[in-house]
């Protein structure tokens, strides 16, 4: 029973895979070299936005190295990819040599059908979002944005042509904690997932791995174009960065969100 990884390479995504080694199933990991984590400031936006753009990214990056600081780092044959070598050969070859049960995928871009067909493996997805109420991109953000931080999760999904779509098999939220801001949230509910995923593999019987619970609405897909620097004067002007806050308090909607697991 084996595992093989495909990341990105931010904090989080490190965090995942190290925390996934460490239990002695995963075979190889392929590490995708991902966008700068502080993105480039748009000039076509108010001084104020400007201001609010770069306290955000910088407070996402100081937030991400506090949780994931590595203070180990466990060791399995490696992989680095770029975008155009992600869905290449050379890695259905290494994922091929490896002959694992289970391909799991976070952070990293979309995988073609060629990749997954070729590789003889079954394929799960980590999808930093709850689907199908929220799946696309940036899907930490807007729940808190539209003031249902409570939805701030993580899915586990079989890995299909359809964005964040493939059949259920795990899903998970972080405690809702007094005082935590929007990256804090968004921190914890990695961290959450990362920690019952591994406690759930290690349990798990790879000759007979289930299959999930399709998802019966269409959701939302969000894309990266949908996001834009006014965005952050709701979360940050309007509401201090305290929506989670007004969910403790009962100031907003307390609806549970309805989690899916099959293992």
């Known amino acids: 029973m084996s595992i093989v990884l495909i990341t990105g390479d931010h904090p989080r995504h490190n965090f ?25 400031v748009p000039n076509d936006i108010t001084s104020n936005q400007k201001k609010l753009f770069v306290n955000h990214f ?20 490696k992989m680095n990819v770029t975008l155009d070598e992600l869905n290449s050969e050379a890695t259905v070859r290494f994922i091929r040599e490896l002959e694992p049960n289970l391909v799991l995928s976070y ?5 073609n059908e060629d990749l997954i067909n070729n590789s003889k493996s079954k394929f ?4 930093g979002g709850l ?22 999760g993580i899915t586990l999904h079989e890995t299909t042509s359809k964005i964040d ?3 259920i098999i ?13 990256h804090m949230l968004a921190a914890r509910s990695v961290l959450t997932y990362t920690e019952l995923l591994k406690k759930k593999l290690i349990k798990l019987d790879f000759n007979s791995l289930p299959n999930g619970v399709p998802q019966k609405t269409g959701g939302r897909i969000f894309k990266a174009s949908d996001w834009r620097p006014e965005h952050l004067e709701i979360i940050y002007d309007k509401y201090d960065d305290k929506i989670v ?10 609806n549970l969100p309805k989690l899916i697991s099959v293992i």
């Not at 937030?63 to 600081?69: A, D, P, R």
Request: proline share 5%; with cysteine.
């Open 245 to 254: 806050d007004l969910y403790i308090s009962g100031a907003i909607s307390r």
């Open 107 to 111: 952070g990293c871009h979309k995988l």
């Open 170 to 182: 795990f899903q998970t939220v972080p405690e809702m904690v007094s005082g935590d801001g929007l």
């Open 124 to 127: 799960w997805n980590t999808h």
């Open 131 to 152: 689907s199908p109420r929220y799946r696309g991109a940036i899907t930490h953000f807007w729940p808190s944005y539209f003031l249902e931080p409570q939805m701030t």
């Open 165 to 167: 779509g493939g059949d």
């Open 58 to 77: 910088a407070l996402r990056e100081r937030i991400e190295n506090e949780f994931f600081n590595l203070k180990e780092v466990y060791e399995c044959r």
């Open 16 to 40: 995942f895979a190290n925390s996934l080694i460490k239990t002695g199933l995963v075979k190889g990991w392929i590490c995708e070299t991902r966008e700068s984590f502080i993105p480039v």
